[in-house]
């Protein structure tokens, strides 16, 4: 079954440097990745989606990239502030409208 | 327009007992999903309708979970009856279907609930 690996439970950075986040997963590719959000009790909140004839995809300060051949997306955060405090999850679709399988995520801490 | 909603957003309950929860996805969204994240583990996939139809259940643990969605509006979530490794939260998402937005999924606040 395929597995996905976010590249550790937490990270913390300093306010104003790039936070980097990583997504990798085995097996089969999947159609399109997500990136998500998560505040403590909260649902999960959609930032991007890539897919998998894309390389990268931006917004705002956000960036996404998508390497089918090392079976790896980064995320990236600029400029990264406290309020990008939170927990980021990556989740991988692999047919339209399907289910979304999710990593375990990344929390990311943002220190002034 | 208004997101995902569910309801109760807590529920604590004894072994034993039923509890349903209920999802309102967002207006015109065919496709609804049920989650379920349990303490320590990833947010993992439970079943989604396409409209009124079960498309995927292969995530529903057992048959002590019960879902239905008539009319292909709001969707009902039961336990019955519920065991101590129900515990844990559980989020309902929504996405349209169609080109451009069938591959996002939004979800609501999630229910967490607490089986003693």
């Known amino acids: 079954s395929q597995k996905i690996e976010q590249n550790s439970e937490a990270l913390n950075i300093q306010e104003g440097k790039t936070a980097t986040l990583t997504c990798n997963y085995t097996?089969?590719?999947?159609?399109?990745l997500q990136w998500y959000r998560q505040d403590p009790g909260r649902g999960p909140v959609f930032l991007l989606l890539?897919?998998?004839?894309?390389k990268e995809k931006r917004k705002e300060r956000l960036k996404v990239t998508f390497d089918t051949t090392l079976k790896q997306s980064l995320f990236h955060i600029t400029a990264s502030q406290p309020a990008d405090s939170a927990t980021y999850l990556c989740?991988?679709?692999?047919?339209?409208?399907?289910?979304?399988?999710f990593g375990s995520g990344t929390r990311l801490s943002i220190r002034p | 327009e208004a997101g995902v909603t569910q309801f109760p957003s807590h529920s604590v309950i004894e072994k034993g007992q039923t509890v349903t929860l209920r999802c309102d996805p967002i207006s015109g969204h065919d496709n609804l999903y049920w989650y379920r994240r349990v303490m320590g583990k990833e947010i993992k996939f439970l079943l989604h309708f396409v409209k009124e139809s079960k498309q995927d259940e292969s995530g529903m643990p057992n048959n002590r979970f019960l879902a239905e969605r008539t009319g292909g509006t709001y969707s009902t979530l039961k336990v019955q009856p519920a065991e101590l490794e129900d515990s844990g939260v559980y989020f309902c998402?929504?996405?349209?279907?169609?080109?451009?937005?069938?591959?996002?999924?939004?979800f609501g606040p999630g229910t967490r609930l607490t089986v003693l």
């Open positions: 998402a929504s996405c349209s279907s169609g080109t451009g937005g069938a591959d996002t999924q939004y």
């Open positions: 097996n089969y590719s999947p159609a399109y």
């Open positions: 890539i897919r998998e004839n894309e």
């Open positions: 989740a991988l679709g692999y047919s339209s409208a399907s289910k979304i399988i």
